[in-house]
T-cell receptor, first 113, second 114 residues
């Protein structure tokens, strides 16, 4: 079965600094990869997704991610973060024909002034 | 309308009560999901419905009973729950369950079992 590992449980950064949230996946077949954000007491919102094609994916709120098949990674980046980016970020994986999306443990991004 | 709605927002129930959670979407999505999320943990898949039929049951205890009355509605019936069942219950929908579709999440129902 497919799975994802988020390498950092917490990432503190200062406002306007760049940030990278790391995600590695495991699967014996091709994968679809997603990044979701969850603000306190809310549901999850999609930031971006990789299905196929270009390995650099751009999402909402200035986030982007790069799919690297050789390193089985899908790291999320933002060149300059804002206080409002403080939230929990989840990497998720699914496979063709599979109805079960699997989430990583999450990374808590805290942006400090 | 790209919204998934869930009611109630909060629910407190005793271990002998019977209650139901409701989820609704009007995006024409044919797959709907229930997740359980404990504090500081990722969502855990409970059930998947595809075209109103249960397609995945992740070995969830029988005290949780899902129901999909039509393509827009998803219910989760609760009976004889335990305190450890206290969690945020999230509903989601997607155009299909073929894996490539993003899931749209509702805001969740915060359940407390006393």
């Amino acid at each position: 079965a497919q799975s994802v590992t988020q390498l950092d449980s917490q990432v503190p950064v200062f406002e306007e600094a760049p940030v990278e949230l790391r995600c590695n996946y495991s699967s014996s077949v091709s994968v679809y990869l997603f990044w979701y954000v969850q603000y306190p007491n809310q549901g999850l919102q999609l930031l971006l997704k990789y299905l196929s094609g270009s390995t650099l994916v751009k999402g909402i709120n200035g986030f982007e991610a790069e799919f690297n098949k050789s390193q089985t990674s899908f790291h999320l980046r933002k060149p300059s973060v804002h206080i409002s980016d403080t939230a929990e970020y989840f990497c998720a994986v699914s496979v063709p024909g599979g109805g079960d999306m699997r989430f990583g443990a999450g990374t808590r991004l805290t942006v400090k002034p | 309308d790209t919204e998934v709605t869930q009611t109630p927002k909060h629910l407190v129930m005793g271990m002998t009560n019977k209650k139901s959670l409701k989820c609704e979407q009007h995006m024409g999505h044919r797959a709907m999901y229930w997740y359980k999320q404990k504090a500081k943990k990722p969502p855990e898949l409970m059930f998947v419905y595809s075209y109103e039929k249960l397609s995945i049951n992740e070995s969830v205890p029988s005290r949780f009973s899902p129901e999909c009355p039509n393509s827009s509605l998803l219910n989760l019936h609760l009976h004889a729950l335990q305190p450890e069942d206290s969690a945020l219950y999230l509903c989601a929908s997607s155009p299909s369950d073929r894996g490539r579709d993003e899931q749209y999440f509702g805001p969740g129902t915060r359940l407390t079992v006393t």
